[in-house]
């Protein structure tokens, strides 16, 4: 059974730090191209960052450059997103997803909010 399972969400205050994990079964996670989102209440959903499927490459989006951190431990078929320096903005719900060419697999979403 293909899933991906997302953790390490919660509340967080401004300037903090959390981490997500997304942990991934039922597919061959190394040849995935692995991917955060976010979607934020009332908005849509955004590409945060992605990585290469041996990591030697990532992107992330401008509004989080510098403060965020994707990697992924293929050993694991774990991709995580290292998140610091939170700002109220960032509240959302992550998702993690993998691509392998038309195949494109999302994760249930865990919650990130901060505040004070």
């Known amino acids: 059974q293909v899933q991906l399972v997302e953790s390490g969400g919660g509340l967080v205050q401004p300037g903090g730090s959390l981490r997500l994990s997304c942990a991934a079964s039922?597919?061959?996670?190394?040849?995935?191209?692995m991917s955060w989102y976010r979607q934020a209440p009332g908005k849509e959903r955004e590409l945060v960052a992605d990585?290469?499927?041996?990591?030697?490459?990532?992107r992330y989006a401008d509004s989080v450059k510098g403060r965020f951190t994707i990697s992924r431990d293929n050993s694991k078929n774990t991709v995580y997103l290292q998140m610091n320096s939170l700002k109220p903005e960032d509240t959302a719900v992550y998702y993690c997803?993998?691509?392998?060419?038309?195949?494109?697999?999302w994760g249930q979403g865990t919650q990130v909010t901060v505040s004070s």
């Open positions: 990585i290469s499927s041996l990591g030697g490459s990532t």
């Open positions: 997803q993998g691509s392998y060419y038309n195949n494109h697999v």
């Open positions: 039922g597919i061959t996670f190394r040849r995935y191209v």
